[in-house]
C-alpha cells in the first residue's frame, strides 16, 4: 500500500534502520525507542491489525515471534524481554500494518500505561 509508512520502509521508499529481512518479515529499529532495545518486526505482506489475520497467518505470526526471539538472542536480553502487539488506538496503534514490538535492555513495568 503506497500510503502505509511500513510498506514504504519494506519497499526502501522511506530508510530504516533494518536488523533482519528474511523471508515474510522484515524488522527494524524504533525510531522513537521505549527501551534501549526497541525493534519493529513486520509482515512485508500488508495486514493493518491482528484483527485484520486469516487462519492461514497463523504460522506468520509464529515467525514473527521466533524472529522476535532471535533479535533478543543477539541484542543479548538474557535477563528477559517484553513483546507488544498493539491493536486498534484503544489497544495504542498507531501505524495500521501489523507490528510486533520487541523491548528489551531494561525493567518492563506492570500493568502497561
Ligand atoms: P504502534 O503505536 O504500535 O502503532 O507503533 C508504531 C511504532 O512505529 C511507534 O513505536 C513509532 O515510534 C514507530 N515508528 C513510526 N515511524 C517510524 C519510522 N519511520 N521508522 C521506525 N519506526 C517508526
Ligand atoms: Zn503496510
Redesign the pocket.
Known amino acids: 500500500m503506497s500510503d502505509c ?2 510498506c514504504r ?1 519494506i519497499d526502501k521508499a ?1 530508510p ?2 533494518i536488523v533482519l529481512e528474511r523471508g515474510n518479515l522484515l524488522a ?7 527501551a534501549p532495545t ?1 525493534v ?1 518486526i513486520i509482515p512485508r505482506r500488508h495486514i493493518a491489525t491482528i484483527d485484520d489475520l486469516q487462519a492461514e497467518d497463523t504460522l506468520l505470526v509464529g515467525e514473527m515471534v521466533q524472529a522476535a526471539r532471535e533479535i533478543a538472542a543477539a541484542e543479548s536480553l538474557v535477563v528477559g524481554y517484553r513483546l ?3 491493536c486498534g488506538r484503544q ?6 500494518h501489523l ?1 510486533l ?1 520487541l523491548l528489551g535492555g531494561r525493567s518492563m513495568e506492570w500493568p502497561p500505561g
Open positions: 509508512l511500513f520502509i522511506i530504516a534502520d527494524l529499529r524504533d525510531i522513537n525507542p521505549q526497541h519493529l507488544v502487539f498493539n489497544g495504542g496503534q498507531e501505524v495500521d507490528h514490538h
